[in-house]
């Protein structure tokens, strides 16, 4: 089978917030286009795109599904995207590989801070987009709210091309802005389109947002704009030529509407994808990176070298993993070989796909600019490049939000240790966004999502597909020790069992070190009173007992150990008696240095509305944190702060509640302080039970 060429094809994100009706458009399309025989619903749990059953069982989209169909004469490669923040790995990884976005709008909610969020990413990566307003028929809706609210959010550029006829249940068909008709449906929404006159009711109206349309399409060309300006007539021709150029090169946005559930208006749409939207032939190279990150330009060429970026990673414990990926030059068949750019490895293409949600059609290639499916490559996942020859090219970095919900967790039951590391594993592999680490101090294993409905989804997806559980706690904040004042200690051990005893004998002279320091050691022996030999084992034992320290069993820092007398036995002593005379010594030493508890302090970069900054800043109080700065822009606020890390382990879930779900932030570690008395005493008695248990 061969394949289309890169100005036949159309390579399209949908994205959005949350119920704005993504998936019901994407189902609308395919079923416009001939590709399915039937609308499903994602009330139902049928539709194309939401196949994975956890998606089913919440009624929304976890992952990004990629449907492949024709229209026409074009092919289509339509990607339908999560609107929760908490998946928006997904929508980054497909607004990396795709030409242009349509970004759907409900016509009930207006612009959600989700949208503007997806917009700004569209935006730095370049993308051409067009607007759908979704829900018409809704009570409360009104597309032209919508559209004011969209041009406050994203500019004047953002124009309508089509306006409704009729509101809320009474929509009857939309009025073509450009051809200045009307395209009327019946009353279900579901007959054929039927071609009319522009009722007289809304002659005027119409006349209205066609000359604030052709206002901005001649913007985008100078012989257009003074044919315009002498009132000339300008042709269909001309006005869709503009408005694409316009739209590729991203100064105009153009606004289309319709009843995806109703199939209303999405006739209109799939005509303005393939008019309006850029094929990878027209939006031309694609930018990667060569050696020291110079920017290397890539041409959609089916005769090129091969070079495919991978931007999705499925885990599947059956059939193992499937890679989603563009051909950004060069022609990828079944039965080749290619090499991971990242791994080194060589990686054998088998059977080539053309998904539609989970179905699978076989293919023997994809030219430049397609994309499709490949499955059990051994090595790959998302973000590689897979070229032949090797090319020391790789794509630039998706930078993706930090996880901030953490947990401490444990298998459900012994012996399933086995089944979570596996089962994790290959979850990490598909979810970038995913943070799986052993905390080095407290011993736990964590993992960390974006939010609650992230790590929610992930417990569900090791249970249902690799039949692993894990239970979650609360992490333990990694408090640490450390001391205020100069101490001594003489420690002697001493062992006799009959045979050759154990001997050691030392004196160690402690202080506080230099912040960040850790531990200074110094050998200050004179006369040989301990032998050269023995001197590491004392060091080996004082790090072993910094480990727990003397005043609520947390390892110590920033310490200076200045080892200064002893003395040794030329039978008994060996380095595991100083070994151990160097750990008692320290233990004795810290119970006379007026030991202090430090905690974890945080850095903070928060962004909320203007209207919650008040509320955050009191919350953040209520915390034991403060800002440091704030940063005004576009309705937003920076905020930046500093925060005991023991007092934000709930943040994110707090911060979505004050701000509606508006506020996002990212957090990473920068300091330790002491930790006030009153809670010292808390933490001394939490740690209690624990020492004693341990020394039994």
Same mark, same amino acid.
């Given at each position: 089978?061969?394949?289309?060429?890169?100005?036949?094809?159309?390579?399209?994100? $949908?994205?959005?917030?949350? +119920?704005?009706?993504?998936? /019901?458009?994407?189902?609308?399309?395919?079923?416009?286009?001939?590709?399915?025989?039937?609308?499903?619903?994602?009330?139902?749990?049928?539709?194309?795109?939401?196949?994975?059953?956890?998606?089913?069982?919440?009624?929304?989209?976890?992952?990004?599904?990629?449907?492949?169909?024709?229209?026409?004469?074009?092919?289509?490669?339509?990607?339908?995207?999560?609107?929760?923040?908490?998946?928006?790995?997904?929508?980054?990884?497909?607004?990396?590989?795709?030409?242009?976005?349509?970004?759907?709008?409900?016509?009930?909610?207006?612009?959600?801070?989700?949208?503007?969020?997806?917009?700004?990413?569209?935006?730095?990566?370049?993308?051409?987009? #067009?607007?759908?307003?979704?829900?018409?028929?809704?009570?409360?809706?009104?597309?032209?709210?919508? #559209?004011?609210?969209?041009?406050?959010?994203?500019?004047?550029?953002?124009?309508?091309?089509?306006?409704?006829?009729?509101?809320?249940?009474?929509?009857?068909?939309?009025?073509?802005?450009?051809?200045?008709?009307?395209?009327?449906?019946?009353?279900?929404?579901?007959? @054929?389109?039927?071609?009319?006159?522009?009722?007289?009711? $809304?002659?005027?109206?119409?006349?209205?947002?066609?000359?604030?349309?052709?206002?901005?399409?001649?913007?985008?060309?100078?012989? #257009?704009?003074?044919?315009?300006?002498?009132?000339?007539?300008?042709?269909?021709?001309?006005?869709?030529?503009?408005?694409?150029?316009?739209?590729? @090169?991203?100064? $105009?946005?153009?606004?289309?509407?319709?009843?995806?559930?109703?199939?209303?208006?999405?006739?209109? #749409?799939?005509?303005?994808?393939?008019?309006?939207?850029?094929?990878?032939?027209?939006?031309?190279?694609?930018?990667? $990176?060569?050696?020291?990150?110079?920017?290397?330009?890539?041409?959609?060429?089916? +005769?090129?070298?091969?070079?495919?970026?991978?931007?999705?990673?499925?885990? !599947?414990?059956?059939?193992?993993?499937?890679?989603?990926?563009?051909?950004?030059?060069?022609?990828?068949?079944? &039965?080749?070989?290619?090499?991971?750019?990242?791994?080194?490895?060589?990686?054998?293409?088998?059977?080539?796909?053309?998904?539609?949600?989970?179905?699978?059609?076989?293919?023997?290639?994809?030219?430049?600019?397609?994309?499709?499916?490949?499955?059990?490559?051994?090595?790959?996942?998302?973000?590689?490049?897979?070229?032949?020859?090797? %090319?020391?090219?790789?794509?630039?970095?998706?930078?993706?939000?930090?996880?901030?919900?953490?947990?401490?967790?444990?298998? =459900?039951? =012994?012996? +399933?240790?086995?089944?979570?590391?596996?089962?994790?594993?290959?979850?990490?592999?598909?979810?970038?966004?995913?943070?799986?680490?052993?905390?080095?101090?407290?011993?736990?294993?964590?993992?960390?999502?974006?939010?609650?409905?992230?790590?929610?989804?992930?417990?569900?997806?090791?249970?249902?597909?690799?039949?692993?559980?894990?239970?979650?706690?609360?992490?333990?904040?990694?408090?640490?020790?450390?001391?205020?004042?100069?101490?001594?200690?003489?420690?002697?051990?001493?062992?006799?069992?009959?045979?050759?005893?154990?001997?050691?004998?030392?004196?160690?002279?402690?202080?506080?070190?230099?912040?960040?320091?850790?531990?200074?050691?110094?050998?200050?022996?004179?006369?040989?009173?301990?032998?050269?030999?023995?001197?590491?084992?004392?060091? =080996?034992?004082?790090?072993?007992?910094?480990?727990?320290?003397?005043?609520?069993?947390?390892?110590?820092?920033?310490?200076?150990?200045?080892?200064?007398?002893?003395?040794?036995?030329?039978?008994? %002593?060996?380095?595991?008696?100083?070994?151990?005379?160097? /750990?008692?010594?320290?233990?004795?030493?810290?119970? &006379?240095?007026?030991?202090?508890?430090?905690?974890?302090?945080?850095?903070?970069?928060?962004?909320?509305?203007?209207?919650?900054?008040?509320?955050?800043?009191?919350?953040? %109080?209520?915390?034991?944190?403060?800002?440091?700065?704030?940063?005004?822009?576009?309705?937003?606020?920076?905020?930046?702060?500093?925060?005991?890390?023991?007092?934000?382990?709930?943040?994110?879930? !707090?911060?979505?509640?004050?701000?509606?779900?508006?506020?996002?932030?990212?957090?990473?570690?920068?300091?330790?302080?002491?930790?006030?008395?009153?809670?010292?005493?808390?933490?001394?008695?939490?740690?209690?039970?624990?020492?004693?248990?341990?020394?039994?």
């Amino acid at each position: 089978m061969s394949h289309k060429a890169a100005d036949r094809i159309r390579n399209v994100a $949908l994205i959005g917030h949350r +119920d704005c009706g993504k998936t /019901s458009l994407a189902e609308a399309m395919l079923y416009e286009a001939g590709a399915i025989n039937r609308l499903g619903r994602t009330e139902t749990g049928n539709t194309v795109s939401d196949f994975e059953p956890d998606e089913q069982e919440r009624g929304m989209s976890i992952g990004a599904s990629i449907c492949s169909f024709e229209h026409g004469d074009r092919k289509i490669n339509l990607i339908d995207t999560p609107g929760d923040p908490s998946f928006v790995a997904e929508a980054l990884g497909a607004l990396a590989v795709a030409d242009a976005a349509v970004v759907v709008v409900s016509a009930v909610d207006g612009v959600q801070v989700h949208t503007e969020r997806l917009w700004a990413q569209a935006d730095r990566a370049g993308l051409p987009r #067009l607007v759908f307003v979704n829900m018409l028929d809704r009570e409360r809706a009104d597309f032209f709210r919508a #559209l004011e609210g969209l041009q406050e959010s994203f500019g004047s550029h953002v124009v309508a091309t089509e306006i409704p006829i009729g509101a809320e249940h009474e929509v009857s068909g939309v009025i073509d802005l450009i051809d200045m008709r009307a395209f009327l449906h019946d009353s279900d929404g579901r007959g @054929e389109e039927v071609e009319a006159e522009i009722p007289a009711e $809304l002659q005027e109206l119409a006349q209205q947002y066609r000359e604030k349309l052709m206002d901005e399409v001649a913007e985008n060309s100078d012989a #257009l704009m003074e044919h315009y300006l002498e009132g000339e007539e300008i042709s269909h021709e001309e006005t869709v030529a503009a408005l694409k150029k316009g739209v590729t @090169e991203g100064h $105009l946005f153009p606004v289309t509407c319709g009843i995806a559930t109703r199939d209303l208006g999405i006739e209109r #749409l799939l005509q303005a994808l393939i008019e309006d939207l850029p094929s990878p032939a027209m939006r031309g190279a694609r930018t990667l $990176l060569g050696e020291e990150d110079a920017e290397v330009e890539v041409l959609p060429d089916e +005769d090129g070298p091969l070079i495919a970026q991978v931007f999705k990673t499925t885990a !599947d414990p059956f059939t193992g993993r499937h890679n989603a990926l563009r051909v950004l030059s060069g022609t990828l068949r079944s &039965d080749s070989h290619v090499h991971n750019e990242r791994t080194g490895a060589k990686e054998r293409i088998g059977q080539l796909g053309q998904p539609l949600g989970k179905e699978l059609s076989t293919t023997d290639e994809l030219g430049a600019g397609d994309i499709g499916i490949v499955a059990k490559l051994k090595e790959t996942r998302a973000g590689d490049l897979l070229c032949e020859p090797p %090319s020391g090219l790789r794509a630039p970095r998706v930078e993706l939000p930090s996880p901030v919900m953490a947990y401490a967790y444990e298998p =459900k039951s =012994k012996g +399933d240790e086995d089944k979570a590391v596996t089962a994790i594993r290959r979850l990490r592999e598909e979810d970038p966004c995913l943070d799986v680490h052993r905390d080095p101090q407290t011993g736990e294993q964590i993992i960390a999502g974006l939010t609650q409905i992230h790590v929610d989804v992930v417990l569900g997806r090791m249970r249902d597909r690799f039949g692993a559980e894990i239970v979650l706690k609360p992490p333990r904040v990694p408090y640490v020790e450390t001391i205020r004042r100069l101490a001594k200690a003489h420690a002697r051990y001493k062992k006799q069992t009959g045979g050759r005893g154990q001997f050691a004998d030392c004196v160690i002279e402690i202080e506080p070190g230099e912040p960040g320091a850790g531990l200074v050691f110094e050998n200050a022996i004179k006369g040989g009173v301990i032998p050269g030999g023995f001197i590491p084992a004392v060091e =080996k034992g004082v790090v072993e007992a910094m480990q727990h320290g003397s005043v609520a069993g947390y390892p110590v820092k920033d310490l200076k150990v200045r080892l200064v007398d002893g003395s040794h036995h030329s039978v008994d %002593s060996s380095e595991m008696a100083f070994k151990i005379c160097g /750990s008692m010594a320290l233990k004795e030493a810290l119970a &006379d240095a007026d030991a202090i508890l430090l905690e974890p302090i945080v850095r903070l970069a928060i962004s909320v509305p203007e209207e919650a900054v008040g509320d955050v800043i009191g919350d953040l %109080s209520s915390r034991r944190g403060h800002p440091l700065g704030m940063s005004p822009r576009l309705g937003v606020t920076e905020i930046d702060a500093e925060a005991p890390l023991s007092e934000v382990l709930d943040y994110a879930l !707090d911060l979505r509640a004050i701000t509606g779900g508006r506020g996002e932030y990212t957090i990473h570690f920068e300091r330790y302080e002491e930790l006030p008395g009153h809670l010292a005493a808390g933490v001394i008695a939490a740690a209690e039970p624990r020492e004693e248990l341990a020394a039994h």
